[in-house]
């Protein structure tokens, strides 16, 4: 038997018809839920939301439990399908942290005979990011916001492991609530809506025929890239970590944006590599946080003594013309490259431009020089000093 909707006002239990048009509610002030789960029963405050999943309002639990709290948010919608997804996970992630928890689940029958499908979740008391920020005055500083992001990752982590894809990282589905207490500032990220979240069989990704534009990888909105893979989902929590950089979500970040961030050129081109080249995005949110959390090591110049068979590029303003030095580095018998690649062996740094892309040490070629030994491969550092001396030498 489905459970009753009562009215709070009257005390007399009775059906209540609402009908589901667009831009009515489907719950009203003062109706109290009853869980026929639980046996909870939950009053309703007001609306404080909408969306593609349905609608969300404030409540308030009736009576005791020690597991559900006083206040929570219950998200109601007329579908199936992102209710059992929704659902699915709660009950995965139930425990973890850095996850809206679900506490209560359960459909109800109408008079009308439609279904209204319920969730019972915690409740962030200041809202969702974007909403957040928009009320704030400045963005949040570097530690906190490395702190923040890194521990949103471990929630997507938990997903990647198990081959699941999220695709729907935006600042709206990203919630704050309370810190720990004597924390500054007292607020900890939490992640919640897994609507759209989808297994999938193998590492090639899952067809995206659903996402939001606002944070969706601009491959696949043009349809370059034919399936969502982690890579995208990256690609998302870039752009989160942007935004909070910036303090401001209403637009998302570009690349060209990063320069001018407010932060160290290091997490400038952990952004910059999350929102360029897809293929040179991290490949997981483990690869992330690993990023986050340990700097990489100087770029410092090596010791060469020949450059006959090396495969060599150039990065910087060189106080000789870039052609003069191309010339006397092929004279001296190197290969020369336009960019690092994975034959590179070494690369001739010169001085660095005011306008890289992420800041005076994560120029496009140094990012890719470093994307490039964490995947092994070994590539010396020269400075155009040795440069000169080893193209003179010959």
Request: hydrophobic content about 40%.
């Amino acid at each position: 038997m489905p459970a009753t909707i009562s009215n709070a006002t009257t005390r007399t239990t009775r059906s209540i018809h609402v009908p589901i048009a667009r831009g009515q509610q489907l719950l009203i002030s003062g109706q109290v839920v009853e869980s026929p789960e639980t046996g909870l029963r939950y009053r309703v405050d007001r609306l404080i939301g909408e969306g593609g999943f349905g609608q969300a309002y404030l409540a308030r639990r009736v009576g005791r439990s020690a597991d559900v709290p006083e206040w929570i948010c219950i998200k109601v919608s007329a579908r199936i399908d992102g209710w059992i997804r929704e659902a699915y996970f709660g009950q995965l992630l139930d425990g973890h942290p850095r996850a809206i928890r679900v506490f209560d689940l359960f459909p109800l029958m109408r008079a009308d005979g439609q279904v209204l499908y319920y969730l019972v979740l915690e409740y962030a008391p200041h809202g969702d990011l974007a909403a957040f920020l928009r009320r704030a005055e400045k963005g949040w500083t570097e530690p906190v916001v490395r702190r923040e992001i890194a521990g949103i990752l471990e929630v997507l982590r938990k997903l990647h492991r198990g081959q699941t894809l999220h695709r729907d990282l935006t600042p709206m589905n990203l919630f704050v609530c309370d810190g720990a207490p004597g924390s500054k500032p007292s607020y900890r990220l939490k992640l919640g809506d897994f609507g759209i979240a989808r297994q999938q069989s193998d590492t090639r990704g899952i067809t995206a025929t659903t996402m939001n534009r606002m944070t969706a990888p601009s491959d696949l909105l043009d349809r370059a890239a034919p399936k969502w893979q982690a890579r995208d989902d990256v690609y998302q929590v870039g752009q989160l970590l942007g935004m909070l950089i910036r303090g401001d979500a209403r637009e998302r970040i570009r690349t060209l944006d990063v320069r001018r961030l407010r932060c160290s050129d290091h997490l400038k081109e952990i952004v910059h590599r999350c929102i360029g080249e897809r293929r040179k995005r991290y490949e997981s949110a483990e690869e992330m946080i690993d990023a986050l959390r340990n700097p990489p090591a100087p770029l410092k110049a090596g010791v060469l003594r020949t450059l006959k068979g090396v495969h060599l590029a150039f990065t910087g303003i060189l106080t000789r013309r870039r052609s003069d030095a191309i010339r006397a580095a092929k004279r001296a018998g190197a290969i020369v490259h336009t960019g690092p690649s994975v034959k590179t062996s070494v690369l001739v740094r010169g001085r660095p431009n005011a306008q890289q892309a992420a800041g005076r040490d994560a120029g496009l070629k140094l990012m890719e020089i470093r994307r490039l030994r964490e995947k092994g491969h070994r590539i010396m550092l020269l400075n155009e000093t040795q440069f000169w001396r080893l193209a003179i030498r010959r």
